[in-house]
């Protein structure tokens, strides 16, 4: 079939195929046919001369394909599951190269073509030429791999640029990043809540990536900007005429002595919404939840969404008084706020108004205190205060903020800055020091709050900046102008939000008319039915660039300019 089969037809296909290959021959003009079921969805076939006579006697005269380990490739292995098997291996529909699991490259296989691509991997020993390939499809040479764009990361940055560049750039980009699965993680603070199912945060990564886009499913080992290349996990590499490096954030779990332990425990009650894994277990907990110490922390190194460790916390808060668990046992349920930053969020714009929610629910707060251990068994926390004290709290529910890091190899590399973030100018994105390499979202060394929304503002500077310098040859591109707006999107219960949106100088960038520090029904539906979509259908298909052009209608006078910052 052409063009993108639906899951509906993946399921058919492969239950079909496994059923061929019982007999694992077909005969088709004149040639020995063998069904490779290799993945999910992908089926190779492999062509060795045949002849009916000879083998009617004698089946052993032909060499026997050898079919690759399918443990992990069968029906059970459900993406629309509410968690990712974790061993399921990424099925792709555009040529990749050999690896395991993705390719049959035998004696008696000189041909291996792809079912959904029509497209060939030849292994060394195949003397046939490439004219049946179709010409929109790019061919994995592993002698010598060179694109015209090279993407390291298929989180919203690298599926943004992606989809954006795609059109002038068709067959000449490849995308790198061994996850089967892509996620929304802004979400994950619903999923916490029991607001969003965890189904809906994460979709499977090939089918997000255009087809005539090769997507190579290796983990980067190493950059090497003097020469423009990079190594793969499976001992090549790839050179490119510019990079773009999205390799977004890793939560650091074992910073924390006892943090993976206890979030691993399910009847521990220390629960993180950071972590894919452990997400769901946050509102089991706040089910269970019957009174004592609530603690929610945060650690003073940067993170994802400045303002995530305290939503858990409203929504935390909003459930039980909802429920009346908290109302009935109030005077005994303490909520606190430990956070390692010297104020409750990071632009003062918001701080006064967040600070009133938290008077009015009896929450308190803790500033530069950061959490050193965690004792789950004993259900005690333990934390260092700025002087060096330390504090032993027991709680009954804790949320922890792990803390962050860029991965080892972008922070190991030549790329990167002291801080280890990719060391680019904070207006263009582009590295100071070689100018072909760009980085977006999260890892850039950027001093702004790292959401989506930043990421959706960032995809304009760097689609422009990139297509500047590879048609223009201009070294030092400024067609795209990155002001460091971000978006923080605070639900604080009762179906209500603010809406914290801000750029590097900490002045408010809001989108509408009305004063966004006032928790909004309408702006907490903005946050649950209307940003998933924007992000599937918009963001990761770099058709959204931010609310700049609304704001031209929606809030022409930037109207919270104008209002006093302690004013509510």
Request: net charge positive; proline share 7%; charged share 20%.
């Amino acid at each position: 079939e052409q063009g993108r089969p639906t899951r509906e037809k993946e399921v058919s296909l492969f239950e079909t195929m496994r059923a061929i290959t019982k007999s694992r021959h077909l005969v088709c003009k004149g040639k020995r046919v063998t069904a490779h079921v290799t993945t999910y969805n992908r089926v190779y076939f492999s062509f060795t001369s045949y002849s009916s006579s000879s083998n009617s006697h004698n089946n052993n005269n032909h060499a026997q394909p050898t079919i690759p380990n399918q443990s992990h490739f069968s029906p059970e292995s459900d993406p629309h599951k509410s968690v990712p098997p974790s061993n399921f291996a990424p099925s792709s529909n555009r040529p990749i190269g050999q690896h395991e699991g993705l390719g049959v490259h035998t004696k008696s296989s000189h041909h291996s073509h792809d079912s959904h691509s029509h497209a060939s991997e030849h292994s060394h020993d195949d003397h046939h030429g490439s004219s049946d390939h179709h010409h929109d499809h790019h061919d994995w040479d592993a002698q010598k791999p060179h694109y015209d764009v090279v993407i390291v990361g298929a989180g919203a940055g690298g599926l943004s640029i992606l989809h954006a560049l795609r059109d002038q750039y068709r067959g000449r980009i490849a995308i790198i990043d061994p996850s089967a699965y892509s996620y929304y993680q802004a979400g994950w603070t619903l999923v916490g809540a029991g607001i969003m199912p965890v189904k809906e945060t994460f979709k499977p990564t090939n089918i997000q990536i255009p087809s005539e886009t090769a997507w190579l499913p290796y983990s980067c080992t190493g950059f090497d900007p003097e020469n423009n290349s990079i190594s793969l996990s499976n001992n090549t590499k790839v050179s490119y005429s510019s990079l773009l490096v999205s390799a977004g954030f890793a939560t650091d779990l074992d910073a924390t002595p006892g943090l993976k332990q206890a979030l691993d425990d399910p009847h521990c009650p220390v629960v993180c919404n950071y972590s894919f894994p452990h997400v769901t277990k946050t509102f089991r907990h706040t089910q269970r939840f019957r009174g004592g110490n609530a603690i929610f922390t945060q650690p003073k190194t940067p993170i994802k969404c400045g303002g995530a460790p305290q939503k858990v916390m409203y929504l935390f808060d909003s459930y039980h008084r909802k429920h009346g668990t908290s109302r009935r046992n109030r005077k005994d349920t303490n909520i606190t706020f430990i956070t390692g930053i010297g104020k409750l969020f990071g632009c003062d714009h918001y701080v006064p108004a967040l600070n009133a929610i938290c008077d009015s629910r009896n929450i308190t707060r803790q500033y530069n205190t950061v959490l050193s251990e965690v004792r789950g068994p004993t259900r005690e926390a333990v934390f260092k205060t700025a002087d060096g004290q330390t504090q032993v709290h027991k709680f009954d529910f804790l949320h922890v903020t792990p803390e962050m890091r860029v991965v080892d190899v972008v922070r190991n590399s030549p790329l990167a800055n002291k801080d280890g973030f990719v060391d680019v100018d904070i207006h263009t994105l582009q590295h100071k020091t070689y100018n072909n390499v760009f980085a977006i979202g999260d890892c850039a060394g950027l001093p702004t709050s790292r959401t989506a929304s930043a990421v959706a503002a960032q995809t304009g500077v760097v689609r422009k900046n990139m297509r500047e310098y590879l048609e223009k040859g201009v070294d030092r591109p400024k067609s795209g102008h990155y002001d460091g707006y971000t978006a923080c999107p605070i639900p604080v219960g009762n179906g209500k939000l603010i809406m914290a949106e801000f750029d590097y100088s900490g002045q408010p960038k809001e989108t509408f008319w009305f004063d966004q520090r006032k928790p909004s029904s309408l702006l907490y539906f903005f946050k649950t039915t209307i940003m998933p979509i924007l992000y599937w259908k918009f963001l990761v298909k770099g058709k959204w660039q931010g609310p700049g052009f609304m704001r031209m209608f929606t809030n022409p006078r930037n109207w919270s300019k104008k209002q006093p910052v302690k004013s509510v």
